[in-house]
Every structure is written in C-alpha cells, then in structure tokens.
C-alpha cells in the first residue's frame, strides 16, 4: 500500500508537521503538489490521522508524569471510559490484556494533582502507578 517515497514523506511529517510540501518534495525528490496528492491520498486511507504538535508540558507547569495501570473492580467499564476521556491530565489511555485493565498515562501539575486524581480512579478499581524520572525517547 505505502512505497519507499511515501514512508519517506510520513518521517518527514513526523519530524515537523508543519514542514511545506516544497520542502519535503526536494527530500523525496517529487514536486510539492506531487508530495501534496500523496499526504492526501494516505489521509483519504486514514494512514494520517492528523496533524498535532508536542508541547512541554514541565514548561507549561505539569512536569509530573504517572504511568498507571488500572484494576477494574466492577464490570461497569463505560463509566470508566467515559472518566478517562473527562479527565484533561489523562494524556493516553489504553484497554490492555494481561496485568491490569487499563493503562493510562497522566500528566500532572504536583502530588496534590495526582493524588486527587488516583482518588477519583479508586471509584472504579485499583491501581498501580509508575513515575516517569527522565524522558529517553518521545516521538
């Protein structure tokens, strides 16, 4: 489905979104609107989901990052869902197999802000949280 140009194209847009067409054409050798065809064509596909930014979030005073896996003790899952997707801090959230039920990542301002949130998710089961001491990757 996708060729060598195309992958091409998608690392070049995962680096910077916001790089001009012009631009990624003279990397891949195509023409701007060339470049142009190709990211709508895998937008059409629903290869390319969307265009976002990354924004540093210790920068933007929430420099507390808990990984938490979530032990549902009810069976009452939507409630949860719908929490999860509620919850501004709550980054990511995933329904998992194996250890746990869920696992969520969270971005938060200080201990205060996570125990009040580890709180509310005590509603609808248990946790296990992990905190993230430096960053090592990101993509």
């Given at each position: 489905m996708l060729d060598k140009t195309d992958w091409e194209i998608l690392q070049c847009l995962q680096n910077n979104s916001r790089m001009q067409w012009q631009e990624i054409g003279k990397l891949v050798h195509l023409t701007g609107?060339?470049?142009?065809a190709r990211i709508r064509r895998m937008q059409d596909l629903e290869i390319i989901e969307s265009f976002t930014i990354t924004l540093n979030q210790e920068k933007l005073g929430k420099p507390l990052i808990a990984f938490i896996t979530v032990f549902m003790k009810t069976t009452n899952h939507s409630l949860f869902q719908e929490f999860?997707?509620?919850?501004?801090?709550?980054l990511e959230a995933h329904k998992i197999s194996?250890?746990?039920c869920y696992w969520l990542k969270a971005?938060?301002?200080?201990q205060q802000h996570l125990s009040a949130l580890l709180d509310e998710i005590l509603l609808h089961g248990n946790y296990r949280i992990n905190l993230s001491i430096s960053d090592i990757k990101k993509k």
């Open positions: 609107q060339a470049v142009a999860v997707k509620s919850r501004e801090e709550v194996g250890e746990g971005i938060l301002a200080n």
